[in-house]
């Protein structure tokens, strides 16, 4: 299976601030196709998880151009800008070029 | 829209089969792909499986002899059936649609393995 190794695992964080949150493979996540199916979500306490970027670096529908994704092969980062409350929670990555799919652990952001 | 809501009882025996059911609204199964993921205590994730437009399968290998996908589309319903359960499948399950990325999923179920 392809690991999934998601840093750090808390991300303490001003409101306003910026936050940086990496997710690497134990494998290139480059498809036969051309494509790279690495993505991003959001879980909010209570909630079930959201999609924020797929394949690397679209934003989701509705989803807020402060957070931006990067990456490629097997380096990806997410990024959010001017942090704001709505923002807090558990945030995971997930390749889904290889199977099985698998996750990164998970990164909690938290108010500084 | 596209409105995903999983349903089935939140205690299981071990040894016993867990059975779920995701109703989909707004969008119809027999396109695209709709799968199951759990989230254990802790906050491991796990894609499980899913069942594609046409009705085939694709499931972890990790579960593979235990788990079954299958699908009503008369009612816009897909299932799943995970056997022999033991208290290592406490978490909360949730469904999907899948495509290459999950991007619509329903509320989740908790269910707990518990004599």
């Known amino acids: 299976d392809v690991v999934m190794t998601q840093t750090p695992v808390s991300l303490p964080v001003s409101l306003g601030g910026q936050a940086s949150i990496s997710c690497r493979s134990s494998?290139?996540?480059?498809?036969?196709?051309?494509?790279?199916?690495l993505h991003w979500y959001l879980q909010k306490p209570g909630q079930s998880p959201q999609l924020l970027i797929y394949?690397?670096?679209n934003r989701f529908s509705g989803v807020p151009d402060r957070f931006s994704g990067s990456g490629s092969g097997t380096d990806f980062t997410l990024k959010i800008s001017r942090v704001e409350p709505e923002d807090l929670g558990d945030y995971y990555c997930?390749?889904?070029?290889?199977?099985?799919?698998?996750f990164g652990s998970g990164t909690k952001l938290e108010i500084k | 829209e596209v409105q995903l809501q999983e349903s089935g009882p939140g205690l299981v025996k071990p040894s016993q089969s867990l059975s779920l059911t995701c109703s989909v609204t707004?969008?119809?199964?027999?396109?695209?792909?709709w799968g199951w993921i759990r989230k254990f205590p802790g906050n491991k994730m796990e894609w499980m499986g899913y069942?594609?437009?046409?009705?085939?399968?694709s499931y972890n290998p990790s579960l593979k002899s235990r788990i079954s996908i299958t699908r009503d589309t008369s009612k816009n319903q897909f299932f799943l059936q995970l056997n022999s359960v033991t208290t290592e499948d406490t978490a909360t399950y949730y469904c999907?649609?899948?495509?290459?990325?999950?991007?619509?999923w329903g509320q989740g179920v908790m269910v707990t393995v518990s004599s």
């Open positions: 999907a649609r899948a495509g290459s990325s999950f991007d619509y």
């Open positions: 707004g969008y119809s199964i027999t396109s695209n792909y």
């Open positions: 069942i594609s437009y046409s009705g085939s399968t």
């Open positions: 494998q290139s996540l480059v498809h036969s196709n051309g494509n790279t199916y």
């Open positions: 394949r690397v670096s």
């Open positions: 997930l390749q889904s070029t290889h199977f099985p799919f698998t």
